[in-house]
């Protein structure tokens, strides 16, 4: 018997690479899909998830609003304040059914109308951020508080308020809801005022919009305060009067500006037609323009006593001349008139009944640099720097550029525009004995930039004839202020026509003045645009202003009278 002897094998299972490969390949697919299709779901189909949690993730560093700086007048009394104030915003997503009653009582608390407050909720249905109330009381916010309110935020700011209301608001401007000054002072001393944000970290939404507040980083510095050079009962007393003014001669506009004689302090400017920068519906720029300070114009007869000083401090002139004002005037082919054949005239006279003549042939008289020099140095074509925004500058062509009738009429008063605070900024020459002084809106130690512009002589000379305009004889009558000497002259300027030339029929009546006259201490300029009642003359519109606004101010200044026949009067008083 054969034995046959070999290996014994045994047989191993086989993998099916192809199946495994498959089925891997299968099942990552499934996965990817899967990943897939849960994120399109999330970021299309349920994009709120992702979204609020992304609300509630997201920290941020804001700024803290600063307490605006207060504006003051001369004496410390406060003429714009900031004070603490609440917004209400929503995030509509996060409100509850059963918050219903609730927001109704808000609504109550806010003086929201019931069908407002649904509309409103309609409306912005689905929104993360709308304000519901800005800039409110900081009890009313707190009742809101209260009522714990899910969805319902507070957002802390501050609110300008002017105690004075439309008295300065022309001066003050005014800021706009994020306490940003937009115009007049307000936004021309901001940088000064608005102080600097601090620092806070915060949860913010997904649009940038503040949830919670998490840490304060940096404290806010307060703006700096402003002390003004107005006096606040100068203020209202001007702006009074003018729009007494206004109102009885049914006037366009006017402007009126009083000045410290003695240094150029601003101590009023007030314009017509007023606006109430506390009241947001009247912010319209016809309203909120400040005339005074930003509107030129040809001052009319109101420069003749300076081409009257300017005549004498030069030499161009005898104290005691006589001149002839017969007829008309002949400056090449054209030809000045006065209203009246005056005759012969004395420099009072000249000054007292206005005449051209005589004013044109002094005018002539001068070299054209010098009489020009006397114009600029007063002034008149640079901007009277007080650093109110837009103010104007005028206009006062170079003598190079001359022709004969232009030396003429600038006599007069026309070829050259100003302000009203640039033509009260010159008539403090003859008040203060030839010293012409810069002006100024911020309160101040002293005048740096004041000027000698005309012999003191002269100045004092000059002043002695203006007071004879305010006589029975003179211009301007009505201006005269019981008890006290007053100096001024009158104007009565015809406005430019769009079409060129001048009309007949509108009118600036102008007035600018001075008091005490034996020593001046202020000095009040008064413009009426197109009076329509009949009346247009400087005398009988814009001197009366004058002299109501004068004898207040020398009453709350408690000046000395100096007008000799008066005394008798006050001694019986006494």
Known sequence: ????????????????????????????????????????????????????????????????????????????????????????????????????????????????????????????????????????????????????????????????????????????????????????????????????????????????????????????????????????????????ELQAAVLKHKAHSASLVVLDAKNGDVLASVSQPAFNPNNRKELRSDRYRNRAMVDSFEPGSTVKPFVVAAALDGGYVEPNALIETHGVYHVGRNVVKDIHNYGTLDLTLVLQKSSNIAVTKLAMSMPPEYFWSIYSNLGFGSSAGVGFPGEASGSLLDYQGWHEFDQAILSFGYGVSTSILQLARAYTALADNGVVHSVSLLKRDEDPDSRQIFKPATAQKVRDMLEHVITKEGTAYQARVEGYRVAGKTGTVKKASASGGYTHDKYLSVFVGMAPASNPRFVIAVVVDEPTTGQYYGGLVAAPAFSRVMAGILRIYGVEPDGMDTMPLLLTRQ
């Open 1 to 240: 018997m054969r034995i046959s002897t070999g290996t014994v094998t045994t047989r191993q299972p086989t993998l099916d690479f192809p199946i495994r490969r498959k089925l891997l390949l299968g099942t990552m697919l499934t996965a990817m899909l899967t990943l897939t299709g849960r994120a399109m779901y999330l970021q299309v189909f349920d994009k709120e998830f992702l979204q609020d949690k992304g609300d509630l993730q997201h920290i941020g560093i804001v700024d803290v609003p600063a307490y605006r700086g207060q504006i003051k007048d001369r004496n410390g009394e406060p003429l714009a304040i900031s004070t603490p104030v609440q917004s209400i915003w929503m995030n509509m997503r996060q409100l509850k059914d059963g918050d219903q009653d609730k927001l109704k009582q808000m609504a109550k608390i806010l003086g929201i109308a019931d069908k407002d407050l649904q509309a409103f909720l309609k409306k912005e249905a689905g929104k993360r951020f709308v304000y519901v109330k800005r800039q409110i009381n900081p009890d009313l916010a707190e009742k809101v508080k209260a009522l714990e309110i899910t969805g319902v935020y507070f957002e802390r700011a501050f609110k300008r308020y002017y105690p004075a209301g439309a008295t300065a608001g022309h001066l003050l401007g005014f800021t706009n809801i994020d306490d940003i000054g937009q115009e007049g002072m307000e936004h021309g001393y901001d940088y000064i005022l608005r102080g600097k944000p601090g620092k806070k970290r915060v949860i913010k939404d997904g649009k940038g919009h503040i949830i919670k507040d998490v840490e304060n980083i940096q404290e806010a510095i307060p703006g700096q305060d402003l002390v003004l050079t107005i006096d606040e009962r100068i203020q209202y007393l001007a702006y009074r």
